[in-house]
């Protein structure tokens, strides 16, 4: 229970700042824009690596989908443990945000505001707006994704730790910190996405698996 308090009281703390402070996203997008453009979108090796990152994350739900149907233990983990993972990427990057809040709150994306040569206003995180339709900024879905891959490979490395090493664990948990931190750089770096997109987003997936966690039977 502590834990789902301590999530929820920063995204609340980080929501109150993205409000307060909404001049923090134009800062932070301004860092990647050379008065043009954003270069990093046309960037074909980091596109490429998006693209990776994109395809690891759908294989990873497809996977625990498939490791929770299955409902025996694998790679150290239980069915329960899997089902947790598989529930984590459907409710966390399927439904918050991709089924509600990229539907409905219609922020645009920072390529697409008057400040960095786009026609549509600037709104301030939270901020149900009209300015996109479809696949909107608020928030990001591939950060999403990406904190829910981290969640799921952070366990199979706990599950098997004994099995690696100490080494290999530290190595691979490091790796698996980078991919969702990756996606912040790409995301914010192309234009797509303001700081409070990806901030929120990886906030709302972690409380999501907290709550998560809490509430399937042991």
Not at 98 to 123: C, D, H, M, Y
Not at 198 to 205: D, K, M
């Amino acid at each position: 229970m502590r834990l789902i308090l301590s999530l929820l009281l920063a995204t609340l703390l980080a929501s109150a700042m993205f409000l307060t402070f909404p001049s923090l996203d134009l800062a932070t997008a301004r860092l990647f824009y050379d008065g043009t453009a954003f270069p990093i979108a046309a960037n074909r090796p980091v596109e490429a690596v998006r693209v990776a990152l994109y395809a690891a994350e759908d294989l990873g739900f497809l996977l625990t989908l498939a490791l929770a149907m299955r409902r025996r233990p694998f790679l150290n983990l239980t069915a329960r443990q899997w089902l947790f993972q598989m529930l984590v990427y459907l409710l966390g990057p399927g439904l918050i945000v991709n089924g509600i809040l990229k539907r409905f709150w219609g922020r645009a994306r920072p390529f697409q505001v008057t400040e960095f040569g786009g026609s549509a206003p600037f709104s301030r995180a939270w901020a149900i707006s009209d300015q996109c339709c479809g696949n909107t900024s608020f928030v990001s879905g591939e950060m999403a994704g990406a904190t829910a891959l981290a969640i799921s490979l952070a366990m199979i490395l706990h599950a098997n730790r004994l099995r690696t090493g100490e080494k290999v664990y530290w190595l691979g948990l490091l790796a698996t910190l980078a991919l969702p931190l990756v996606t912040a750089w790409q995301r914010m770096a192309a234009g797509k996405h303001f700081l409070s997109d990806i901030v929120i987003s990886a906030l709302l997936v972690c409380l999501m698996a907290a709550v998560l966690q809490r509430m399937l039977p042991r």
